[in-house]
């Protein structure tokens, strides 16, 4: 009863009055009471607690002196002035916490513990300072993993070189190579897997020391790995060779020593890999980050309390002189402002516990019986009101809950409950509205289960809806809440990522590819199931939703007909676009009109200075989409089966302007690029020599350019062609080395002429110390092996100047000129003076 009557409005507004009575009188009391109290306090020691102010700056001034030193002496570590700097600095701050201890208002202000343990904490700064001094000039101790890579992987190495070696003389003395070429052609495959190992490993500690890109590290990391199963998959097969008595003493000898070798070497890179990944492979980075920099931050937070300390007494001081004065003004107001509130408050009662109520259940019940969006019903406390708002909410709960429910069936999955193809439809809609808007990218995964079909037919429905709902659940795991996964129906699926583009797509593809490894188990039957991903993104692939739903599915197919677990939309792979069709008639009436033509990039040898050859670049100029891409030429060649026809026409095309500018008196070597189609075409050696024989050019002034990725893809047959090459006199070179997977030591099977560094890692030479180590060792390496040296993309004279330094023979690249016809580049080289070709090495 007592709880009903105070809900009453009635009696909340006698209570309110009474309130307002007792609190008049309480506020004349008082008044009264502050009157007769003391109003005024003195000043004291405001010169004393300057003074504590100066030393905290003081010693803030030089803690930080100490700390901007030791930033400079990570840097420059041989610098003694630095070092003496930081040890003066923190010293001084030291005396200045002696002189503190001493001071008067120390004790007065309770400040004693605190400089006390300021004091200390300036000794540890002090002491781990020489720590970090010690550390950083001693580089075993800094790299911890230095230790192990010059105790147990560099003798290991060795040793493994000396055995291949070894093996390699006894396979040669004995005549293994021709009476038994399959051990030759596995030993080689051992040398191989063995110098792979050892550059990726390399890569890996240049990236790991210089932490150029930490995110590639497992990726690196993984590769060793699968580099070192190869390894030992191959000591297992020339074992067995030796088991059939195929190999002679030394051989065996050599592959035991290797195994036992390899595995020490392989412990070694694991113990550095735990060392990179406990957190401790640099020690310096950690002293600084995890006791100097917290130790400097508590000595300041310290400073920090004793200046608010001191503030803080001054400032109580000076409000203890005013507060008496005002307080008996602030009662007197406040009881005048509490009569004017009460009568305020009994008209915001009224509004809220009436009017307000009723005027928002009045607006609430037109809303819904329009359809219309209800507004939030106010909070009441009052009987009158309450069951009108409850009763009206009740209704409009049972009412929505039922819309709802008839909603969700609409919009989604019964199977699986997520969003179907509506409501996919519908938020992709939204989302690329949203990203038109902002300017973002949007990524469309279509998902494709691979013989989801078969599970379907031997195992039952029952068990392909048991792995559909498994399968939804994984993708799940593996997106944001702001992505939408879709199940457009039987085993195919949709995701809708928002600001996601190509590259971070990528991620999420093999993040999602990771999750299906997994086995899936229903009724103890276990099942392994695997995804095609097709992968579009807005505004890079379309501008419209129907035709990123349409590309996003061509990619898919293209993943699954090529059994790749992803695939990103190609309109290159697109071979239904109206764009590519055109292309593809009118390559053909190129081809067969000989309407493509060719263009001149020269190459210049640095150490005459003079331009000794130049490369024939394919151009096609199309009369109604421009220029075309060379790639995109190839890709269209390759899908109609022409790019034989192609190659011989380039060449074709390439040898004739030769011969003429022969027949003029210019002689001027030409190089043509070869795909690795061309490499496979039995008649390609004899269709060259045709064509120089037509027009009676000397074939030393032909180089054939080979892509590093070309020559590996099948080794042993391209050694037959450039063999065949060789004989006709042809110079050849391998074209953008360092793109690819080989290695300088694999690469001395290949009888070549040239080697070209990929621009990749010429461009940035002058700014990127990686880059510039890369080339330095590759031109070393590559001069060891009788190479002549060409550097692509030189765009920059102080990169033709650096690579003049590593002793680089010749440059290709804008710097010099851009690629031109052949009657411009006429007239450029007149301006030149001409060189001649470096001679034909012997490797």
């Known amino acids: 009863m007592r709880i009903q009557a105070l809900q009453s409005l009635r009696v909340r507004f006698f209570i309110l009055a009474l309130t307002l009575g007792l609190f008049l009188m309480i506020g004349a009391y008082l008044g009264y009471t502050k009157v007769t109290e003391a109003r005024a306090e003195t000043l004291a020691n405001l010169e004393m607690r300057n003074s504590l102010l100066e030393n905290s700056h003081n010693i803030k001034t030089g803690l930080l002196e100490a700390y901007k030193s030791l930033d400079l002496f990570l840097l420059e570590p041989e610098r003694n002035d630095v070092r003496q700097q930081v040890t003066y600095s923190i010293y001084q701050t030291i005396l200045i916490t002696d002189i503190m201890l001493e001071h008067p208002s120390t004790v007065n202000l309770k400040l004693t513990e605190t400089i006390t343990l300021l004091k200390n904490l300036l000794q540890q700064l002090e002491l781990d300072t020489r720590e970090l001094f010690e550390i950083r000039l001693k580089s075993t101790k800094q790299y911890p993993s230095m230790a192990i890579g010059n105790d147990v992987l560099r003798p290991n190495r060795n040793e493994i070189i000396s055995s291949i070696a070894l093996a390699m003389i006894e396979l040669r003395e004995e005549d293994i190579i021709h009476d038994d070429p399959e051990i030759y052609a596995e030993f080689i495959e051992l040398n191989t897997i063995w110098s792979q190992m050892l550059s990726n490993f390399r890569i890996y500690l240049a990236n790991r020391m210089g932490s150029f890109e930490e995110r590639s590290l497992p990726a690196q990391e993984e590769g060793i790995d699968i580099l070192y199963q190869s390894l030992q998959q191959q000591l297992n097969l020339l074992r067995q060779l030796d088991n059939e008595g195929r190999l002679g003493f030394q051989v065996s000898s050599s592959i035991s020593d290797i195994s036992t070798l390899s595995s020490n ?96 259940i009045s607006r609430a019940l037109k809303s819904e019986a329009f359809g219309k969006p209800v507004e939030l019903l106010p909070m009441v406390h009052s009987n009158e009101t309450r069951d009108l708002v409850e009763a009206f909410s009740e209704m409009r709960k049972q009412v929505h809950n039922r819309q709802a429910d008839l909603e969700y069936q609409t919009l989604h999955d019964s199977l699986t409950t997520l969003p179907n193809r509506v409501l996919l439809k519908i938020r992709l809609e939204q989302t690329l509205s949203t990203a038109r808007r902002k300017k973002r990218n949007v990524s469309l995964f279509m998902l494709d289960l691979d013989r989801f079909k078969e599970i379907n037919d031997s195992l039952g429905h029952h068990t392909g809806d048991h792995i559909l709902q498994q399968v939804a659940k994984r993708l799940l795991t593996c997106l944001r809440e702001s992505d939408t996964v879709a199940r457009l129906g039987g085993d195919e699926f949709a995701i809708l990522l928002p600001e996601t583009n190509e590259e971070q797509s990528v991620i999420i593809a093999k993040k999602i590819n990771q999750a299906m490894t997994d086995v899936f188990i229903f009724d103890e039957i276990q099942l392994y199931i695997e995804v095609s991903i097709g992968i579009a993104v807005f505004p890079k692939h379309c501008s419209d939703e129907a035709t990123l739903m349409q590309r996003a599915d061509v990619a898919m197919y293209v993943a699954k007909n090529n059994h790749l677990p992803y695939s990103i939309y ?88 030769c011969s003429e500018w022969l027949k003029s008196g210019l002689e001027i070597n030409i190089a043509v690029n070869l795909s690795a189609h061309n490499l496979k075409d039995a008649l390609f050696t004899d269709e060259v020599k045709k064509i120089l024989k037509k027009y009676r050019l000397p074939s030393g002034l032909l180089t054939l350019e080979i892509t590093e990725s070309a020559m590996m893809a099948n080794p042993v047959h391209v050694v037959e062609i450039i063999d065949r090459l060789n004989t006709m006199g042809i110079r050849l070179a391998i074209d953008d080395f360092g793109t690819g997977f080989s290695s300088l030591s694999y690469l001395k099977q290949f009888d070549v002429d040239e080697l070209k560094i990929d621009k990749s890692f010429i461009q940035e030479i002058s700014s990127n110390h990686n880059d510039t180590i890369i080339v330095r060792s590759t031109i070393d ?63």
């Open 781 to 843: 390496l590559a001069h060891n092996l009788g190479l002549y040296v060409i550097a692509e993309g030189v765009e920059k004279e102080e990169i033709q100047g650096l690579l003049t330094e590593l002793g680089c023979d010749g440059i290709q690249g804008y710097y010099l000129s851009r690629p031109i016809e052949a009657e411009e580049f006429t007239k450029w080289l007149g301006k030149q003076e001409q060189g001649t070709p470096p001679a034909k090495s012997q490797v």
């Open 265 to 360: 070497w392989y412990r070694g890179f694991k113990e550095i890999q735990l060392i990179h990944h406990s957190g401790e492979w640099r020690m310096d980075s950690i002293i600084m980050a995890d006791t100097i920099t917290p130790l400097v931050d508590d000595i300041l937070e310290i400073l920090k309390i004793i200046d608010n300390q001191v503030e803080e007494q001054a400032s109580a001081d000076m409000d203890s002189l005013s507060s008496a004065a005002y307080k008996q003004t602030y009662i007197l107001l406040g009881t005048a402002a509490f009569g004017l509130a009460f009568v305020a408050l009994i008209l915001f009662s009224t509004e809220q516990l009436v009017f307000k109520p009723l005027s928002a």
């Open 570 to 657: 190609d309109p290159d792979t697109d071979e239904y676009t109206t764009h590519r069709l055109a292309l593809i008639s009118d390559l053909r009436d190129a081809l067969n009109n000989n309407t493509l033509n060719l263009h001149y990039q020269p190459k210049l040898d640095l150490k005459t200075g003079n331009v000794f050859s130049v490369e024939a670049l394919l151009r096609w100029n199309h009369p109604v989409f421009g220029q075309i891409p060379p790639p995109q030429i190839i890709s269209l060649a390759e899908q109609i089966g022409q790019i034989n026809h192609l190659t011989y026409l380039v060449i074709e095309n390439a040898v004739r302007q």
